[in-house]
């Protein structure tokens, strides 16, 4: 599972890093500002973002509201990082429907258990739908096959002349039977 960590601070992106090794299933990707998060979202497809909010270029909280209105990205789950919490930035939030908001500088050992709680669902959906993907590539797989040995057979029947179709088959009479 992809994780995309959008942070100017190298020491918060090490951080958040070092925390999400811990979990087997992600793969963290990295972005200094939202300008360059947003060029890595179609490459990345992240399972989840991690953004701080004050940050050149595109701050937090510009590069939410242009994710939030983007059909293919607006759903993505998003864990703020911020050491800001001031009252109108959090109202702001939850108008970008963000998942959680994680305040700097981090606690390890908190931050650890939050995360945990956080990331059980998404890691397991992101499993089911793992599942679902390799049913389907089966699936489709087994039609591909399907599909050509039907055809194979269709093929086989024309070269054997004809159109293909079995001729109907003769009625059978039966003989009088003879009783003396």
Not at 7 to 20: A, G, H, N
Not at 76 to 82: A, E, K, L, R
Request: charged share 25%.
């Amino acid at each position: 599972m992809n994780v995309l960590i959008i942070d100017d601070e190298p020491v918060s992106r090490r951080i958040l890093k070092r925390l999400l090794s811990r979990f087997s299933d992600l793969a963290t990707h990295e972005a200094e500002d939202g300008e360059e998060a947003w060029t890595l979202l179609g490459d990345v497809a992240p399972a989840l973002i991690f953004c701080d909010l004050s940050m050149p270029r595109m701050d937090g909280v510009a590069f939410l509201t242009k994710l939030r209105s983007n059909q293919a990205f607006g759903e993505m789950p998003v864990i703020v990082t911020s050491a800001g919490k001031d009252r109108d930035t959090l109202l702001q939030l939850k108008d970008l429907r963000i998942l959680d908001y994680l305040l700097k500088p981090f606690e390890l050992a908190p931050t650890f258990a939050r995360l945990e709680r956080l990331l059980a669902p998404i890691i397991a959906e992101d499993r089911m739908a793992a599942k679902a993907r390799a049913a389907s590539a089966r699936a489709a797989q087994a039609a591909a096959e399907a599909v050509a040995k039907t055809e194979a057979a269709a093929r086989a029947v024309g070269a054997g002349g004809g159109d293909g179709a079995a001729a109907p088959a003769e009625p059978q009479r039966e003989e009088p039977s003879s009783s003396s």
